[in-house]
């Protein structure tokens, strides 16, 4: 007999919420003790004293609520609640150290949404006369933020059992059990820690400051693009710097998992290579078709075309968000293609944004499946694969809905724009870029932006994060009215 799905659903339990939010609060208050400590090494007291009270005020909140007492078993929906509620608060205090930086309250908060985001707008116009312990910060809090705060968090401090298996769900593949996940999770971190020293190492023998190199690895590697220079990777100088850069993004936009299954040949393997192979693919051309477009504008010579473009188009494919052009001076097509690539994004699995490659690989095989089987016989059978492997019907399902979702909340974020008289394709490349956690901005992200349209950037970004489904979640009534599974 068929069921109401109501009868089979249950709603959030709000003492689970609060125990594993409190135990991420502990996190939050550990990682923040890093930008605390180079406040006091630079003698930044006013910012010194904010992040003290952040601390104290998350490991007090943290500590009470951890004691609360719950079953081990945790609820999807619990855990994507439990994700959004967390980019939601991380920025809200994160904001009161940030206005350390002599900026109001909503200009911080833009800033912290941002940073957590790993998107990289910013509102600011001089960084160069932002306090050193600020200009850390921001990129600090897009390296925990690419990593994710669950995902951190499960490594640290969640036990093994099925609220990390709950936790760890999307990324999770099958080979993973349930009492594996906070292993997984660990090995996870040690590539991106790896990756992270790599990066800063690398910086550093190509000569790059030894600020500078801690500050762009952590933005790179965490495709956030928060640079602690005005002209973001142009402040670098040298053209070797600003190609390890992208090459630290495009390390961050390949899937975390490929170099840990690469050392251990585990399975699924071929996916995550053929997603790296894809962002590489698609890398290229952009450069092409954003080289092209420039010469046939007439803005750049070849010699500067050649140089600007790989960098250009790498850091919108990986979402890392670096720029070496004032991007408002650039012509129409090549907004555009900077545009797709934004939304595009890097690999699942990885710290980029976008509705990611894989997803659009996914789109392109169910749409060559539709068009075969129109010329094949009545009754044969033709099913979609993808790197050798059979495609879902809810995978195909997911993916078109996700890179529609996209589309609906850039085109919906985009017409406010347009109401208030901002140019129709700049608008729609500052909200690809939000949306997208990309970063490149033509001009139209500052303090001079209106409240509201800042707003809507805020929600672009927190949506792109977590791929907008979570939200809906999150306002759907059902996920907190209904029936609930007992806690013991």
């Known amino acids: ?33 890093f930008p605390l400590g180079l406040s006091l090494f630079c003698g930044e007291t006013p910012i010194s004293l904010r992040y003290v009270i952040v601390i104290c005020g998350l490991a007090g909140l ?44 909503l200009d911080a908060l833009f800033e912290a949404i941002s940073g957590a985001t790993t998107t990289g707008l910013s509102t600011i116009q001089k960084i160069e006369e932002m306090p050193q312990t600020f200009l ?20 640290l401090v969640v036990r093994p059992g099925l609220v990390a298996k709950a936790l760890g769900g ?4 099958d080979e993973d059990l349930i009492g594996s996940t906070k292993a997984h999770a660990r090995r996870v971190l040690v590539v991106y820690l790896l990756l992270t020293g790599a990066g800063i190492l690398l910086l550093w023998l190509l000569k790059a400051r030894p600020f500078d190199a801690v500050v762009y690895s952590l933005a790179s590697v965490s495709t956030g693009g928060f640079a602690p220079h005005t002209d973001s990777l142009s402040g670098l100088g040298r053209l070797p710097i600003q190609i390890g850069v992208t090459l630290i993004c495009l390390a961050g936009a390949t899937p975390l998992v ?17 997603q790296l192979r894809t962002v590489l693919l698609m890398g290229v051309v952009i450069s092409l078709l954003l080289g092209l477009c420039l010469h046939l504008a007439g803005n750049l010579p070849w010699s500067q075309i050649l140089h600007h473009t790989p960098l250009l188009a790498f850091s919108a494919q990986t979402t890392a968000g670096f720029s070496t052009l004032d991007l408002s001076q650039l012509d129409a097509a090549s907004k555009l293609v900077l545009i797709v690539a934004m939304v595009v994004g890097g690999g699942i699995g990885s710290t980029a944004g976008g509705f990611k490659v894989m997803r659009l690989l996914i789109g392109i095989q169910a749409l060559r499946v539709l068009v075969l089987r129109a010329s094949l016989a009545r009754h044969a059978v033709f099913e979609p694969r ?21 589309v609906v909340v850039i085109v919906f974020s985009w017409l406010p724009f347009i109401v208030m008289g901002y140019d129709p394709l700049d608008s729609l ?18 303090s001079q932006l209106p409240g509201l349209l800042k707003g809507i950037l805020c929600v672009d970004m927190l949506m792109g994060r977590l791929e907008i489904i979570a939200w809906f979640l999150v306002l759907t009534p059902r996920t907190w009215v209904g029936r609930r599974l007992s806690l013991s």
Not at 12 to 22: D, E, N, Q, T, W
Not at 258 to 274: G, N, V, W
Not at 390 to 396: F, H, S, T, V
């Open 1 to 33: 007999m068929a069921h109401d799905s109501s009868s089979l659903s249950y709603a959030v339990r709000g003492s689970f919420l609060l125990k594993y939010f409190g135990l991420f609060c502990l996190v939050v208050a550990g990682l923040t003790l």
């Open 62 to 105: 943290g500590s009470a609520l951890v004691r609360l007492r719950v079953s081990t078993h945790m609820q999807v929906n619990e855990a994507m609640v439990l994700a959004a509620l967390l980019f939601l608060f991380m920025p809200l205090v994160m904001a009161y150290p940030m206005m350390g930086g002599e900026l109001n309250y």
């Open 136 to 155: 850390f910060a921001r990129a600090w809090m897009q390296w925990y933020g690419g990593l994710g705060i669950v995902l951190l968090s499960l490594a």
């Open 170 to 173: 999307t990324e999770a593949k």
């Open 258 to 274: 490929l170099y840990e299954r690469f050392h251990r040949k585990r399975p699924h393997l071929r996916t995550d290579i053929l």
């Open 386 to 406: 993808l790197a050798g492997y059979r495609l879902e019907e809810a995978e195909i399902r997911e993916a078109l809905l996700i890179m529609m979702l996209f």
């Open 429 to 446: 490349f500052e909200v690809a870029s939000a949306t997208g956690t990309v970063g490149l901005s033509v001009g139209l992200t500052s």
